[in-house]
């Protein structure tokens, strides 16, 4: 019985903690990411394809336009494509997971 309320105290604190950041005003780990992966977008994809992902530097596809679906993004951003070089080596599944679900949102 203790311990029950142990493991319910770390559950309560962890999510206290994880919260606070973003003023408590989201949980869904996807909107907290989103903020990361524009810092992310803007550090190494922007050059090519612009904060909006419109600017299509170097045959770079405008992503606003994109018809993909997000596993394929995934695809694309981790192995590279034509003149994009692949990000494997640089962003984790996860920075890239959030980057995928950050492009959607140029979609009209
Ligand atoms: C060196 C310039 C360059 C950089 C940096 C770059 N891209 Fe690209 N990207 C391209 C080019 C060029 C294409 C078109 C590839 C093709 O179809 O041949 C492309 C295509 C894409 C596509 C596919 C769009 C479609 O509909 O086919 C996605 C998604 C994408 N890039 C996401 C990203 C993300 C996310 C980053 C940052 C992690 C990034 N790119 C960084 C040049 C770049």
């Known amino acids: 019985m203790v311990s029950r309320y142990v493991i319910v105290g770390l559950v309560l604190l962890l999510g206290a903690c994880s919260s606070s950041d973003e003023q408590g005003i989201s949980k869904d780990p996807k909107e907290v990411d989103l903020v ?40 694309i951003i981790k192995y590279g494509k034509g003149k994009m070089t692949p990000f494997a080596d640089r962003l984790s599944d996860e920075e890239i997971e959030m980057l995928a679900v950050y492009i959607e949102k140029f979609k009209p």
């Open 36 to 75: 990361k992966a524009e810092t992310v977008f803007r550090s190494m994809c922007a050059i090519c394809h612009g904060d909006d992902g419109k600017l299509g530097l170097a045959g770079a596809k405008d992503l606003s336009q994109s018809e993909l679906e997000l596993n394929e993004i995934k695809a």
